[in-house]
């Protein structure tokens, strides 16, 4: 996985988790790009360098190594060789056909894709998604085009066959086709994406369906005139009704602090497992500069920390930006302690621990044991704001329900810990003038640690306790 993928996994998991939070019953789909002509391009080079893969009973024992060395050098061949080029386009079709070599080293493929991509998503902190790739909807791709034949929506065009929609045209002018099958024999990526929508809108779920009746498609903003077509194809054919909310959820890309694409020193596109490793090394090195005996050696509880700010500070950085604009990723900005940022955000959950700690007598060496709600009472302007605050909770997140931008969640917990800043720097809670008005503030602290607690949970990062 690569930092573009950064986005779609960490936005998906963020508005699921807000979503059933809500109430919705939701179903988290991890729509791998497993089909399609480079699968072909990678199927033909396993065919030259390692033709045991091709064989079910000993593709097992093949040894792949790194994937994307790889995927680099059928590249290099395809881009090279013309020959090589054909057969791999042909593999294609011979892989969506059922050829069984293709699909034995197309296995072997997934397989060891599988293996890497889970080892980022345990780090991300993502679970429930449920892998359903391109290839799942194969069998249902030749009833699409049929279903679209006939309906009269999809002709013969150039030899390939393509749907036409009102309001899409080339820069000429001319009709712009939507191809559902090449001319080669092949499917398009709008064919399983019209595909998806039968299956997820319209078989019933005794079949395997789900009958959804919202479903959000969270790609790039350069995948945007593919929706639209898309969605627009399958209305037309009677796919959907109105009842059902087919959504794109675009975002934009990561770029480096030149704003250029995020690219290593020689140009590379940017493994996310490295980027993720650096993040929590720079945060690690943060912590043990602060620490009271920098020689001293981490131990696995700050271990730990440090890859939860370091994890954190990546996914929140991502997150507190409006999806649809491109950002510059800067580990500086994202690890700062300052602004709109998960260390600031973690250390304010950790500040509250500590407040109610201290006023509470409650050892620092273990769990807070929150206090039981109280009466409030308000005697300082600043905790009418932090309760005016606090109570917009709700708004916010139907917001976030029906317009899908964590950003506003970010901005929300920002504005949360900023007003509790100013809540405790004008109201004493363990000197407070009364014992029913200490109790009263910590009330608030433990709802301000709850609010914080919550959507740092939508995001993903679990707080911490000391920091």
């Not at 939507?178 to 319209?202: C, E, P, W």
């Not at 969640?409 to 004493?428: G, I, P, V």
Request: charged share 25%; net charge negative.
């Amino acid at each position: 996985m690569h930092v573009g993928h950064l986005r779609s996994t960490i936005i998906g998991d963020t508005l699921s988790n807000l979503l059933t939070f809500s109430g919705h019953d939701v179903l988290r789909l991890n729509h791998v790009g497993d089909w399609g002509t480079q699968f072909g391009m990678l199927v033909e080079h396993l065919r030259d360098e390692f033709p045991q893969a091709l064989n079910k009973e000993t593709a097992k024992d093949v040894e792949l190594g790194d994937l994307v060395t790889l995927y680099k050098a059928a590249k290099k061949r395809f881009d090279a060789d013309d020959d090589f080029k054909v057969r791999s386009r042909e593999g294609v079709v011979k892989l969506q056909a059922g050829d069984k070599e293709a699909l034995a080293a197309w296995e072997s493929l997934c397989a060891a894709s599988r293996v890497e991509y889970q080892k980022i998503y345990d780090v991300l902190n993502i679970v429930g998604l449920n892998e359903r790739g391109e290839s799942f909807y194969n069998p249902y791709l030749l009833n699409v085009i049929e279903d679209l034949e006939g309906q009269g929506l999809a002709v013969e065009s150039e030899g390939a066959t393509a749907v036409f929609l009102d309001g899409y045209t080339n820069r000429d002018g001319s009709p712009l086709p939507m191809l559902v099958r090449k001319s080669d024999g092949g499917f398009n990526y709008a064919t399983t994406d019209l595909a998806a929508i039968r299956h997820r809108v319209q078989m019933e779920t005794s079949d395997g369906g789900e009958k959804a009746d919202r479903v959000l498609y969270v790609t790039d903003a350069g995948q945007s005139q593919h929706f639209e077509m898309v969605f627009a194809a399958a209305k037309k054919a009677g796919f959907v009704t109105d009842s059902v909310s087919l959504e794109h959820v675009p975002f934009g890309l990561v770029q480096g602090e030149d704003g250029k694409k995020f690219a290593t020193r020689s140009g590379d596109t940017v493994k996310l497992k490295d980027l993720l490793d650096e993040a929590v090394r720079i945060a690690g090195e943060d912590m043990k500069s602060r620490m009271e005996n920098p020689d001293e050696d981490f131990t696995d509880a700050i271990a730990d920390v440090a890859k939860t700010v370091g994890i954190g500070a990546v996914k929140y950085a991502d997150l507190s930006m409006n999806r649809e604009s491109n950002y510059k990723f800067s580990y500086g900005r994202m690890l700062s302690l300052n602004g709109n940022t998960a260390p600031y955000m973690l250390y304010a959950y950790a500040r509250i621990c500590g407040i109610v700690r201290k006023a509470t007598d409650q050892p620092d060496d273990q769990k807070v044991v929150w206090p039981e709600a109280n009466e409030i009472l308000i005697t300082h302007d600043s905790e009418k704001q932090l309760i005016r605050n606090l109570i917009k909770l709700p708004d916010v997140l139907s917001e976030v329900e029906s317009e899908l931008y964590p950003n506003r969640l970010c901005d929300y917990l920002f504005e949360t810990s900023q007003k509790f800043n100013q809540f405790y720097e004008n109201c004493s809670v363990n000197n407070a003038e009364t014992p029913e008005l200490k109790a009263s503030r910590l009330s608030l602290c433990t709802v301000s640690a709850a609010t914080i607690r919550l959507l740092m949970g939508f995001i993903g990062i679990d707080v911490v306790e000391r920091l």
